[in-house]
């Protein structure tokens, strides 16, 4: 879907009070074949009320009574088939008019409140992309230099290609906090390391409410997270001890 949406012109947000049920998104000419992975809706993503440690499955009520009236929310161009496979609590969603003709599509615009709005283009991302290892950059960008690209958890084979996650080791992650706590230290200062550890910590926490919100049980994603969690634990662990020396 990524090369289908370099041929679009879509708004990135719109106010929340004024949406209108389906949007007009022109697609520009090309000489080439078109891609056949177009979108089929546009979700327009708002946070939900709840607690931080009890997740929310989306509902269209939660969306009326998230934010203010007079928010913007941000759009993301979205396929039905890829929501439907790694997504079971999302609400049903209105059916798609497709393609009008070659110049434009029409999207059902789709009213969505999730646990952390902030977060979302996370999971937006790798739900379309499959990505574990931009995923985890992502989470911890300080890192993404030391991390291993994707092709180095892949083999002839995608049916039998190793997780992501296998080639992290014990070691691997401690080498990874005791990076990231460094970084932090660098960019901070002393004194803000412990701030600047918790800011990962806010961004895990929000993209694992989103993933429980809408029921996302795929491995790679959760071993992500996981690694990203510990990762980070570490790291506050290291920083505290060196405030307390």
């Known amino acids: 879907m990524r090369s289908a949406l370099q041929l679009l012109t879509y708004p990135t947000s719109l106010p929340k009070a004024h949406l209108p049920p389906t949007l007009d998104v022109p697609v520009r000419p090309t000489a080439s074949s078109p891609p056949r992975?177009?979108?089929?809706?546009?979700?327009?993503?708002?946070?939900?009320?709840?607690?931080?440690?009890?997740p929310n499955t989306p509902t269209a009520a939660s969306f009326l009574a998230s934010n203010?009236?007079?928010?913007?929310?941000?759009?993301?161009?979205?396929?039905?088939?890829?929501?439907?496979?790694y997504c079971p609590l999302l609400p049903q969603l209105?059916?798609?008019?497709?393609?009008?003709?070659?110049?434009?599509?029409?999207?059902?615009?789709?009213?969505?409140?999730?646990p952390s709005a902030e977060t979302f283009h996370l999971l937006h991302a790798y739900l379309h992309t499959r990505?574990?290892?931009?995923?985890?950059?992502?989470?911890?960008?300080?890192?993404?230099?030391?991390l291993p690209p994707a092709h180095a958890a892949s083999s002839s084979s995608a049916a039998h290609a190793r997780p992501y996650v296998s080639h992290f080791s014990s070691d691997s992650l401690l080498r990874l906090a005791h990076a990231l706590a460094s970084s932090a230290t660098a960019r901070a200062g002393p004194q803000g390391t412990l701030g600047g550890l918790m800011a990962h910590?806010?961004?895990?926490?929000?993209?694992?409410?989103?993933?429980?919100a809408l029921g996302v049980s795929d491995a790679e994603l959760w071993g992500v997270m996981d690694i990203a969690w510990e990762v980070v634990l570490v790291a506050l662990t290291r920083a505290a001890e060196r405030e307390r020396a």
């Open 94 to 114: 209105p059916r798609s008019a497709g393609q009008r003709g070659n110049a434009a599509l029409s999207l059902p615009l789709v009213p969505l409140a999730v």
């Open 37 to 54: 992975a177009f979108p089929t809706h546009m979700l327009a993503v708002s946070s939900s009320k709840g607690s931080p440690s009890q």
């Open 68 to 85: 203010s009236p007079t928010s913007t929310v941000p759009l993301f161009p979205a396929h039905a088939l890829v929501l439907a496979a």
């Open 131 to 146: 990505r574990p290892d931009t995923l985890l950059a992502a989470l911890l960008p300080a890192l993404a230099q030391h």
């Open 201 to 212: 910590v806010k961004v895990i926490n929000g993209l694992w409410r989103n993933v429980c």
